[in-house]
């Protein structure tokens, strides 16, 4: 049995899944991929939900790694190093939000394929 999707609602969803890493420093925000995941029917949907939440806990993950190191490292040194470090976690924000920008834009290219982050673990398959 063949089912058809609705195209507009298809491409909402997968964008609203990874429109949701922008508002990712409150931790209510993984909830709308996981919703989205639990309650809707379409496997190009639920791919971009799955990919999504992944993504929320990649940047969680490396936030708080990079986070640490350059607290640490601006205590140990006065603030001097934690300096020379700013680039490091500019870098970090601009990779975090490109990444974003770019699953939108595949999205809104191509609604039937779901879009893959670069580089990330994946928690959930």
Known sequence: ???THDSGKRLLLSILSH?????S????????????AVLSEDPVVKAN????????????FWGAIIGG?????????FGLLGLVLFPLIALGFLLHWGLTIWAIAHCLG??????RYPFI???IG
Do not use: C
């Open 1 to 3: 049995m063949q089912t």
């Open 19 to 23: 429109a949701s890493i922008f508002i």
């Open 25 to 36: 420093v409150s931790l209510f925000a993984v909830g709308i991929p996981i919703a989205i």
């Open 49 to 60: 939900a799955k990919e999504a939440i992944n993504f929320h806990f990649n940047v969680w």
């Open 69 to 77: 190191i350059y607290g640490i490292l601006s205590f140990l040194t």
């Open 110 to 115: 191509d609604i039937n394929q779901p879009f």
């Open 121 to 123: 673990f994946r928690l």
